[in-house]
């Protein structure tokens, strides 16, 4: 099956993450999400993959056997199957040429894909670009990762000449809402030593960095009074959390930074004079600079509290999810080195980008499968102007072959990693 018709069947089954269901802990959260698990699974069988496994909450696993005698590394590569919840409509996916200016996507309700607001497009002239009709996201993350990841396995069991080691694959839900796929995914299970996601941008863009992220709240806890006796007595909670936010650096946060500029992020605020809740977002690049927020987080809850009173301001802290760099350090750099000479051999200049975000081989790295993460070579992510080049879509599949060609070379008998 030709990758294009690939992808676009993928995007066909709506599989929009369920926020509602995901806060209940229904996992997979929404029905698609199972749907196109079992159609993966149909056509890992068709390949003739093997160890198969579907389970109840929609994770898929699969191994092709290795071709050769030789000790090689297993390497690994994962994609999720559900798309941002930004958008819930179903996708009607299109293939347009874009041959320069604004692309049409929508006649009829006037929606264009504009080079002035995305001037990257002119990197693409003369290429097609697979885009939706401007109702919906397309869902190439991560849909485009699913059929790379396919298209791959499909392209190394047609040709057999082509020497390897065991290769795995992992399909994971519910990515978009606290990559709950790959906490719930056991890696010591799946058996890979190192892998990679496929959940990222523009091509050649290389991800293996990205936030040590944490999250914080806040309880304030006032008394409530009647107002016509309220003096000396009210003690708002409401007010006593805006001054907690007074107090936090007026520049870091996400609207002032950018690059590896840490912040602290005012997600949510709620609550009524008696009690109120905050919920900060806490990011950092460095394991240093993460402590130190976590840290000047807690000491500033703590003086509020000697100066409220006790028990007026509760603080807890929670991480996340770690940066994956720091599982790919010394020896375990490896999977980057490989992943380069990849990009190289597939003619493409590799990118480094230091993800303001999180991916899912930033938990599955935690968890002892060191995994950067490549690119898929979709635009506009979360978005009705989410756009895909078709080059892009085949170069991505490329570089999955590509670094397993180079896993194996990197380790055969005499040519061994040092």
């Known amino acids: ?13 709506n599989t929009t993450t369920s926020r509602e269901n995901g806060a209940k802990g229904i996992m997979p959260s929404s029905p698609g999400q199972m749907k196109l698990a079992k159609l993966l699974v149909s056509e890992l069988e068709a390949l003739g993959m093997e160890d198969i496994i579907l389970r109840e909450n929609a994770i898929v696993t699969a191994t092709l056997p290795a071709n050769t005698d030789e000790t090689i590394p297993v390497v690994s590569f994962f994609g999720h199957l559900d798309t941002s919840a ?101 890696v010591s299970e799946f058996g890979a030593d190192f892998g990679y996601t496929l959940d990222c941008c523009g091509i050649g863009e290389f991800v293996y960095e990205n936030w040590n992220a944490g999250d914080a709240e806040i309880i304030f806890t006032g008394q409530s009074a009647h107002p016509m006796s309220a003096k000396g007595k009210l003690k708002n909670s409401l007010l006593m959390a805006h001054k907690f936010i007074s107090m936090l650096p007026g520049g870091e946060a996400p609207e002032y930074t950018e690059g590896r500029e840490g ?48 028990g007026s301001v509760i603080c ?31 003619g493409i200049t590799p990118t480094p980008v230091a993800m303001r975000g999180g991916y899912d081989g930033a ?39 590509a670094i397993i060609q180079e896993t194996f070379n990197g380790f055969t008998t005499g040519n061994r990693e040092s």
């Open 1 to 13: 099956m030709d990758i294009v018709e690939r992808f676009i069947n993928y995007t066909k089954i």
């Open 86 to 186: 930004e958008q819930t409509a179903d996708t009607k996916a299109q293939r347009l040429p874009y041959n320069g200016g604004d692309l049409c996507l929508n006649p009829e309700l006037n929606i264009y894909l504009r080079e002035s607001e995305f001037p990257e497009l002119k990197n693409y002239i003369g290429d097609d670009l697979i885009v939706t009709d401007g109702t919906s996201l397309l869902g190439a993350d991560d849909k485009a990762a699913l059929a790379a990841i396919m298209n791959a396995l499909q392209f190394l069991i047609s040709h057999p000449e082509i020497r390897h080691g065991e290769v795995k694959v992992g399909f994971v839900p519910d990515e978009e809402q606290g990559l709950r796929g790959a906490k719930a995914f056991d």
């Open 263 to 310: 912040y602290y992020w005012v997600k949510q605020l709620q609550g009524n004079s008696a009690r109120t809740v905050l919920k900060l977002d806490i990011r950092d690049f460095s394991e240093e600079g993460y402590h130190a927020r976590k840290t000047f987080v807690r000491q500033l809850a703590e003086s509020a509290c000697a100066l409220w009173g006790e």
């Open 316 to 346: 807890q802290l929670s991480d996340r999810y770690a940066n994956v760099f720091n599982s790919l350090q010394g020896e375990g750099h490896y999977p980057i080195d490989i992943a380069l000479r990849a990009y190289q051999r597939c």
């Open 363 to 401: 938990v599955l790295s935690q968890k002892g499968l060191p995994c950067p993460n490549i690119f898929t070579g979709a635009h506009n992510f979360h978005s009705i102007y989410e756009y895909l080049p078709v080059r892009s879509r085949r170069a991505a599949s490329d570089v999955v072959i």
